[in-house]
């Protein structure tokens, strides 16, 4: 493994100008960090000069904004990939330099280039599929819960959400009248809500789930979830009925935006965790309502299973390979 110097430019969605300016500590990091990336640049140009790749990948973030100046520079063919719908900075920095574009989301969600970008999703694990209302059954039983009942599955990401997780213990005495529930809080506040959960073999509470993810979501009659590429896209793998609720609070708003391509289309619900943090039950309302409404879950999972791209993966190696064709 090998690693180079990189800084990242601190911005924080929801705060104005004058905050921004007035924040000297994260103003301080920044130009430092300024310096880093000039640091990582030249290690970039040592490295790759060394290994002589015929291609660089590069799947956003801060970090791979050295390395993509450094391989312009000595002419190494790029390929980026943006899973997001807001085109992350680093991204839109080396976008011009590079040589062909993936993108997670449809391409109008963008302001690339066309004639060198393409919408090919985001690879998932293979074999993440639908499955039929037996196996889904069969799944349900296997976890613990009776396969007759539907079943809500709650995950706020691998940290879990603090408002998701404050909201579904509040509700979960009624939610548990309607549905099984399987809530994944995440490990930090697990302890904490352990003691509050309802004593019911209808309420499963786990910090986290780290094997076969995919069986909860196909299992799930209903899955509440962030917004996270690459959460939607093992979401649009299965069809699976989705309620969104998007951290608002990160760096441009990307989940917000993620969340909108979807329910734009009809693709999935949207909850705003401001609105229902003081009053739970707006919540509640919203799944016991999706829970009761066949037609409606079925167009959903219908029109999110319309996003998937189970060839994800291999659309992305073409165009690598293309780019090593074609050079720089």
Not at 201 to 222: C, P, Q, R
Request: net charge positive.
């Amino acid at each position: 493994m090998s690693s180079i110097f990189a800084g990242k430019l601190r911005r924080y969605h929801g705060t104005s100008f004058f905050q921004k300016l007035i924040d000297v500590p994260t103003n301080l990091h920044n130009i430092f960090d300024v310096f880093l990336v000039m640091l990582g640049f030249f290690q970039s140009m040592i490295k790759l000069i060394i290994w002589r790749p015929e291609v660089i990948f590069l799947k956003g973030g801060f970090v791979c904004l050295p390395v993509g100046y450094a391989a312009f520079l000595l002419r190494i063919p790029i390929v980026i990939h943006d899973s997001d719908a807001h085109a992350g900075l680093a991204n839109r920095l080396i976008a011009p330099l590079a040589k062909y574009i993936a993108t997670g989301m449809p391409l109008e969600y963008y302001s690339y280039p066309r004639r060198k970008s393409s919408y090919v999703g985001i690879p998932v694990k293979p074999g993440i599929k639908p499955v039929s209302q037996y196996e889904a059954g069969r799944i349900k039983a296997k976890l613990g819960f009776s396969s007759k009942q539907p079943l809500v599955l709650v995950t706020g990401g691998g940290l879990g959400a603090k408002r998701i997780n404050d909201a579904i213990v509040a509700i979960a005495p009624d939610l548990i009248k309607h549905t099984s529930v399987m809530h994944l809080s995440g490990a930090k506040q697990y302890d904490e809500l352990k003691d509050k959960i309802p004593q019911s073999s209808n309420y499963h509470l786990k910090g986290f789930v780290s094997d076969n993810f995919e069986d909860l979501i196909v299992a799930s009659d209903i899955v509440i979830s962030r917004a996270g590429a690459s959460t939607l896209a093992e979401l649009a793998a299965v069809g699976a009925n989705v309620i969104l609720v998007p951290n608002a609070q990160l760096v441009g708003g990307h989940q917000v935006k993620n969340a909108h391509v979807y329910t734009d289309r009809g693709a999935a619900e949207l909850a705003d965790e401001m609105k229902f943090t003081p009053n739970p039950k707006l919540l509640l309302k919203q799944i016991v309502d999706l829970l009761h409404d066949d037609k409606k879950r079925h167009q959903l999972g219908k029109s999110l299973h319309g996003f998937a791209k189970p060839d994800a993966a291999k659309d992305v190696a073409q165009l690598i390979l293309k780019a090593v064709g074609d050079g720089v």
